[in-house]
C-alpha cells in the first residue's frame, strides 16, 4: 500500500502543512426521503469534492476543496482495513416509509473497490455510522458555504388581475381581515388569480413591499388564510437580464454578488415584472446553492 502526499506549502522548517490522503476516491449517494431527495457527492485523492442535488428535475453541483481537519476526519474513518470488514448491504427488518437510503463506493488507493449500502432502520455497525456521520457533515458544510449560486424559477403566472377594494384590511398571524365595500372608498389592493387555476390557493395579493399567497378560509366570514408571504421588488429596480432566462435555464452567479443586492440561498423572493395592470404578472424566484452540473 502507498500513502499520497499533497505538499500544500513550504516554510523555514521545510513542510507548513502535508495533506495525507489513503484512498483514490469516495462516493456518497443519499437518496429517499418524504421530498425525494438525490445527493450525490465525490471525493477525489486530491481532496477536492463536488456535492450534487437535483432541483425542479435539473441537477446542481457544488465543488469545493476539502480543509486539512476534513480530510483528517476522513482518513481514520476510511481506513482501509475497517472498510474491507464491512458487510456490503445492511437492511432493516421492517422498511421505514420516507426514510433514506445511503451507498458508498469506496476505491483504495490501489485500487480495490468496496460498495456499502444502508437504509434508516438497520442495525448498521460504528463504524459505517462513524463514516456516514463523517460525509454528512462534509456534505452540510459543502452546501452552507458555496462560492457560487444560481437564480431559479419557483413559480411562475401571468393570469387575470383585479382590484378589490377594502374599507380595512388587518393582517394577523397568517390571517388577513377585510371588509368588502364596493360602494364605499376604501383600500385597493391588487390581485392575481392564476388563469390556470382560477379557484384554490393559487391566488396571489400585494400589499405594501409583500406578495402573499392566500387560500380561502371563509371568504363570505370576512377573512383570508395567508400562508406564505415574499418580499416583493420590481424586477428592473434590481437586474439588469431578462426574467425569461431564469425560467427557461437560471442564472448563476458568484455568491457574493447575489449577496450585494440582499438575496440569499436557499430563499425566495417575488418579484413584479410590470405595473400591475389587467395583464400584470409576477414571478417568484429561488437562489439555491451550486451552478448547473455539466
Given at each position: 500500500?502507498?500513502?499520497i502526499l499533497l505538499?500544500s506549502?513550504?516554510?523555514?522548517?521545510?513542510?507548513?502543512?502535508?495533506?495525507?490522503?489513503?484512498?483514490?476516491?469516495?462516493?456518497y449517494d443519499?437518496?429517499?426521503?418524504?421530498?425525494g431527495?438525490?445527493?450525490?457527492?465525490?471525493?477525489?485523492?486530491?481532496?477536492?469534492a463536488?456535492f450534487?442535488?437535483?432541483?425542479?428535475n435539473?441537477k446542481?453541483?457544488?465543488a469545493k476543496?476539502?480543509?486539512?481537519?476534513?480530510?483528517?476526519?476522513?482518513?481514520?474513518?476510511?481506513?482501509q482495513?475497517?472498510?474491507?470488514?464491512?458487510?456490503?448491504?445492511?437492511?432493516?427488518?421492517?422498511?421505514?416509509?420516507?426514510g433514506?437510503?445511503?451507498?458508498i463506493k469506496?476505491?483504495?488507493?490501489?485500487?480495490?473497490?468496496k460498495?456499502?449500502?444502508?437504509?434508516?432502520?438497520?442495525?448498521?455497525p460504528?463504524?459505517?455510522?462513524?463514516?456516514?456521520?463523517?460525509?454528512g457533515?462534509?456534505?452540510?458544510?459543502?452546501n452552507?458555504?458555496?462560492?457560487?449560486?444560481?437564480?431559479?424559477?419557483a413559480?411562475?403566472?401571468?393570469g387575470?388581475?383585479?382590484?378589490?377594494?377594502?374599507t380595512d384590511?388587518?393582517?394577523?398571524?397568517?390571517?388577513?381581515?377585510?371588509?368588502?365595500?364596493l360602494?364605499?372608498?376604501?383600500?385597493?389592493?391588487?390581485?392575481?388569480?392564476?388563469?390556470?387555476?382560477?379557484?384554490?390557493?393559487?391566488i396571489?395579493?400585494?400589499?405594501?413591499?409583500?406578495?402573499y399567497?392566500?387560500?380561502d378560509g371563509?371568504k363570505?366570514?370576512?377573512?383570508?388564510?395567508?400562508?406564505?408571504s415574499?418580499?416583493?421588488?420590481l424586477?428592473?429596480?434590481?437586474?439588469?437580464?431578462?426574467v425569461?432566462q431564469?425560467?427557461n435555464?437560471?442564472?448563476?452567479?458568484?455568491?457574493?454578488e447575489w449577496?450585494s443586492?440582499?438575496?440569499q440561498?436557499?430563499?425566495t423572493?417575488?418579484?413584479?415584472l410590470d405595473?400591475?395592470?389587467?395583464?400584470?404578472?409576477?414571478v417568484q424566484?429561488?437562489?439555491?446553492?451550486?451552478?448547473?452540473?455539466n
Amino acid at each position: 500500500m502507498f500513502i499520497i502526499l499533497l505538499i500544500s506549502g513550504c516554510g523555514e522548517s521545510g513542510v507548513d502543512s502535508i495533506r495525507v490522503v489513503s484512498f483514490r476516491s469516495i462516493e456518497y449517494d443519499v437518496t429517499g426521503g418524504f421530498a425525494g431527495v438525490h445527493q450525490k457527492t465525490v471525493i477525489d485523492s486530491n481532496g477536492s469534492a463536488v456535492f450534487s442535488y437535483y432541483r425542479s428535475n435539473k441537477k446542481y453541483c457544488i465543488a469545493k476543496k476539502l480543509t486539512d481537519e476534513q480530510l483528517a476526519r476522513l482518513n481514520p474513518a476510511f481506513d482501509q482495513y475497517v472498510v474491507f470488514k464491512l458487510e456490503d448491504e445492511y437492511k432493516p427488518e421492517h422498511p421505514i416509509a420516507d426514510g433514506f437510503s445511503y451507498h458508498i463506493k469506496y476505491v483504495s488507493d490501489s485500487g480495490i473497490t468496496k460498495d456499502i449500502s444502508a437504509s434508516d432502520g438497520a442495525d448498521i455497525p460504528f463504524e459505517l455510522k462513524n463514516m456516514l456521520t463523517t460525509l454528512g457533515e462534509i456534505n452540510r458544510s459543502i452546501n452552507s458555504e458555496p462560492e457560487y449560486a444560481t437564480l431559479i424559477s419557483a413559480w411562475n403566472g401571468e393570469g387575470i388581475v383585479k382590484n378589490w377594494i377594502f374599507t380595512d384590511v388587518i393582517l394577523e398571524s397568517n390571517t388577513a381581515y377585510y371588509y368588502d365595500s364596493l360602494e364605499n372608498a376604501g383600500q385597493i389592493i391588487d390581485y392575481f388569480r392564476n388563469v390556470s387555476a382560477q379557484y384554490g390557493n393559487n391566488i396571489l395579493f400585494l400589499s405594501g413591499d409583500s406578495l402573499y399567497s392566500i387560500y380561502d378560509g371563509g371568504k363570505s366570514y370576512g377573512y383570508f388564510n395567508v400562508y406564505r408571504s415574499f418580499p416583493a421588488k420590481l424586477w428592473d429596480d434590481i437586474f439588469d437580464f431578462d426574467v425569461n432566462q431564469v425560467l427557461n435555464e437560471g442564472i448563476s452567479k458568484p455568491l457574493n454578488e447575489w449577496k450585494s443586492i440582499g438575496l440569499q440561498p436557499g430563499n425566495t423572493y417575488a418579484f413584479i415584472l410590470d405595473k400591475i395592470e389587467d395583464n400584470g404578472k409576477a414571478v417568484q424566484v429561488r437562489l439555491i446553492s451550486g451552478v448547473p452540473c455539466n
